[in-house]
């Protein structure tokens, strides 16, 4: 019988432990066509081949040797970490269950009985070169997998991070033609009125300079007197006198809406701090509500019936996007007109927000994926797919919970269930 050449590129390792020199010689010459052949003479030494190179692939080991015998030499190789794997097959001329037993539960794969035929010795070391190849190679392939698995789940958080970004500039992009919206329209009549008030100044000059030309005329003539009446008249003085006030109280008026429309933008973002602090949800609603009014007011009617509650320990700007990304979505899930209720409540340890719309609604299927990352029914560019994901993150991180309820074609509720004084409190964001 003709053992497999093992890999082309190296020949397995036999070493044989054998205290009788014969049959070292014997087995050796047997073996020798086949593989690289290692000897010992007593135990030490086959410790000592067992963990040098080339290390052994299979150890052929007599039980009994004086000194130290095969029982224990197994049980050192067992004990080093570098040993422990390669196969003992015990040679021995006892032939005993017990002693059999005995080498198996030390560890060792096969049992061969002395004198033996070769060609079955050549059979057995053949299977435990197989078995120990099919070992090595799964060890392999799950260092690799491993190695594969973490390389995979860092790529991952990396995409993610990206897809969390490209939601927070999608918002911002959002976010930011609503707030040039509402800029533009008191910025476009402040200026205006600057302009005016330039034309009405241009016209009290030139009749005060008409004054200190009359008033160098020495003596006045009734004929001066009457163009400056007539240069009066025909500017309109009194007019402008009743109209330059409400120029300037208009535009006051618009400059004080953008500086009201940054104030909301600074509560929104809470730019400045993100922790745990106490917090007014109301005050959040609000500044979110004036933020994105724009992208709701065409569509939407929103109704807001706050109760009465306390305020909470919170992140106020996170929970800000999540106010903004369920008011968003309920005014996308509404197709012509209709309206959104903000309701505000408190039970016992707990505070709720709830948004409800009565847009079209989300199908039954649906209602357990809604808080999937990507899961969205928008069409590409229109929606991520992140925005519930994300907020559920952000209410769970403060020991929160999101319902919701739909019907279709009736409309949906999402309430937002947060302590009020969540368990994470004082750990930062
Ligand atoms: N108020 C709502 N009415 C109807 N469907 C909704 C509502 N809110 C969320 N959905 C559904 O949940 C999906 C996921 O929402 P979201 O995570 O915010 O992602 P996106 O808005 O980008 O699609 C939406 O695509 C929509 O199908
Ligand atoms: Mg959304």
Redesign the pocket.
Not at 375 to 378: A, D, R
Not at 383 to 389: A, Y
């Given at each position: 019988m003709e053992p497999d050449k093992q890999s082309a590129d190296r020949q397995a390792t036999i070493l044989l432990v054998d205290d009788e020199s014969i049959n070292l010689s014997i087995f050796g010459q047997f073996l020798a066509p086949y593989y690289q052949v290692l000897v010992a003479t007593d135990g030490p030494r086959a410790l000592q081949l067992a963990g040098g190179t080339p290390k052994p692939d299979v150890i052929l080991l007599d039980v009994m040797m004086p000194g130290m015998d095969g029982y224990q030499v197994i049980g050192q190789l067992k004990a080093d970490p570098d040993t422990r794997d390669i196969p003992v097959i015990f040679v021995t001329a006892l032939s005993s269950d017990v002693e059999e037993e005995r080498g198996l539960l030390l560890g060792a794969v096969d049992y061969i009985y002395k004198p033996c035929h070769l060609s079955i010795l050549l059979a057995r070391i053949k299977t435990q070169l197989e078995l120990k190849n099919a070992r090595d190679w799964l060890k392999d392939q799950n260092a690799y997998l491993e190695t594969e698995v973490q390389r995979r789940h860092q790529e991952n958080q990396v995409v993610h991070l990206q897809l969390l970004q490209s939601e927070k500039l999608a918002a911002i992009g959002q976010l930011a033609a609503g707030i040039a919206h509402e800029i533009n329209n008191p910025i476009g009549f402040v200026s205006s009125n600057l302009n005016t008030l330039n034309g009405y100044l241009h016209d009290v000059f030139s009749v005060m300079d008409a004054c200190d030309a009359a008033l160098n005329e020495n003596p006045l003539s009734a004929e001066t007197l009457q163009d400056l009446r007539e240069l009066k008249t025909s500017k309109q003085l009194d007019y402008l006198r009743g109209d330059i006030p409400e120029l300037i109280a208009e535009s006051r008026e618009g400059l004080s809406r953008v500086r009201d429309i940054i104030q909301d933008l600074k509560d929104f973002a809470h730019t400045d701090k993100n922790e745990w602090e106490l917090g007014d949800l109301h005050k959040g609603l609000d500044s979110t509500l004036n933020i994105i009014g724009n992208e709701l007011k065409y569509r939407c009617t929103v109704h807001k019936q706050y109760g009465e509650i306390p305020q909470i320990y919170c992140l106020p700007s996170q929970l800000n996007q999540v106010f903004m990304?369920l008011l968003i979505?309920?005014a996308?899930?509404i197709e012509t007109k209709g309206d959104i209720h903000i309701r505000t409540g408190c039970t016992g340890q707990e505070v709720w927000v709830e948004i409800g719309?009565n847009?079209?609604?989300?199908a039954p299927e649906?209602l357990t994926r809604?808080f999937e990352p990507f899961?969205?029914?928008?069409p590409v560019g229109k929606?991520?797919?992140?925005?519930?994901?994300i907020s559920q993150n952000i209410v769970r991180k403060h020991g929160g919970r999101i319902d919701v309820s739909?019907e279709p074609g009736q409309g949906?509720r999402?309430r937002v269930w947060l302590p009020i004084r969540p368990p994470e409190l004082g750990r930062s964001a």
């Open positions: 990304n979505n309920a996308h899930a719309d847009g079209k609604g989300i649906n809604l899961f969205t029914t928008k929606g991520t797919g992140l925005g519930l994901s739909s949906s999402f």
